[in-house]
């Protein structure tokens, strides 16, 4: 994963540790230690956002997703999913992917419902095209 990038034009991910740290302490999200790995999850506006920090013997590292405008990113959040079970499925250490996973898989599910709080009416059918995005509020 490079520094910083849109893999997806509604997900940014970045690797940069400041940046993280900056945002974590920004939301008073930053866990008090980092001798153990963490999944940080957090809502920033419209925005959906997922932080992992590992830590293993090897090395130490951060990765953050943010999904822009996230009750109409069905597709990116299903495509991060799957990337999710990648990493569960050829890393030792599986315990934060599958957390960061559970944690995604249950937005995922709670979609309509955060569309309705936010005032979305969307065709579904929209939702796995990610050029197509025609909400109305």
């Not at 994963?1 to 849109?6: D, E, P, R, T, V």
């Not at 008073?28 to 992992?52: E, I, K, R």
């Not at 951060?62 to 299903?78: P, S």
């Given at each position: ?66 999904f822009?405008?996230f ?11 799957n ?52 909400v109305?509020?």
């Amino acid at each position: 994963m490079k520094n910083a990038q849109y893999l997806t034009k509604n997900l940014y991910t970045t690797a940069n540790p400041s940046e993280i740290i900056d945002f974590l302490v920004d939301h008073q999200a930053m866990p008090a230690t980092l001798n153990q790995n963490h999944v940080v999850s957090l809502f920033d506006g419209n925005d959906f956002v997922l932080v992992l920090f590992i830590q293993s013997e090897k090395q130490e590292k951060f990765m953050l997703f943010r999904f822009e405008n996230f009750a109409v990113c069905k597709a990116e959040m299903m495509k991060m999913s799957n990337i999710l079970n990648g990493l569960i499925a050829s890393e030792e250490d599986t315990h934060s992917y599958k957390k960061a996973k559970r944690i995604l898989d249950e937005t995922i599910y709670m979609l309509p419902t955060y569309r309705a709080m936010y005032g979305y009416h969307v065709d579904e059918n929209l939702l796995f095209d990610t050029d197509a995005h025609e909400v109305a509020i």
